[in-house]
C-alpha cells in the first residue's frame, strides 16, 4: 500500500514557474516508477511526465517537453514537477503517482494522492 500527497500548487501568470512535490508513504516507492498526471475541468486524466525507479529515465508528454522537470528522491521518499514557463492551459489539478515500471496511461495506476490545483493565469 502507497499513499501519495502532493502539494506546491497555486495561483500563477503566464510565463511563471511552480515546483510541485509529491510525498510518498509506504512500500515499493524507493523501486517504483513515478508520474504526473493532470485533469482540467471536463477533461480526462493525462498524462504529464514519468520517470523510472532512480529518475534517471524520464518521460513527457508532448505539451510539456522542454518546459516541466520530473524527478525523484528516493533518499527522501518524494517526487517533484517543475514546472517553468507556465500557459493557462496547463490549468489543472494535478496528481502524482506510481507503480513499478513507467506507463502513460492512467487506467494502469493503482494509488493517487488528492491532487494539487494549478492555475495559470494569462
Known amino acids: 500500500q502507497v499513499q501519495l500527497a502532493e502539494s506546491g500548487g497555486g495561483l500563477v501568470q503566464a510565463g511563471g514557474s511552480l515546483r510541485l512535490s509529491c510525498a510518498a508513504s509506504g512500500s515499493n516507492f524507493g523501486t517504483n516508477s513515478m508520474a504526473w498526471f493532470r485533469q482540467a475541468p471536463g477533461k480526462q486524466r493525462e498524462f504529464v511526465a514519468a520517470c523510472n525507479w532512480n529518475g534517471v529515465v524520464t518521460f513527457y508528454s508532448n505539451a510539456v517537453k522542454g518546459r516541466f522537470t520530473i524527478s525523484k528522491d528516493n533518499a527522501k521518499n518524494t517526487g517533484s514537477l517543475q514546472m517553468n514557463s507556465l500557459k493557462p492551459e496547463d490549468t489543472a489539478v494535478y496528481y502524482c503517482?506510481?507503480?513499478?515500471?513507467?506507463?502513460?496511461?492512467?487506467?494502469?495506476?493503482?494509488?493517487w494522492g488528492q491532487g494539487t490545483q494549478v492555475i495559470v493565469s494569462s
Open positions: 503517482t506510481t507503480r513499478p515500471s513507467v506507463s502513460k496511461s492512467p487506467e494502469d495506476y493503482d494509488y
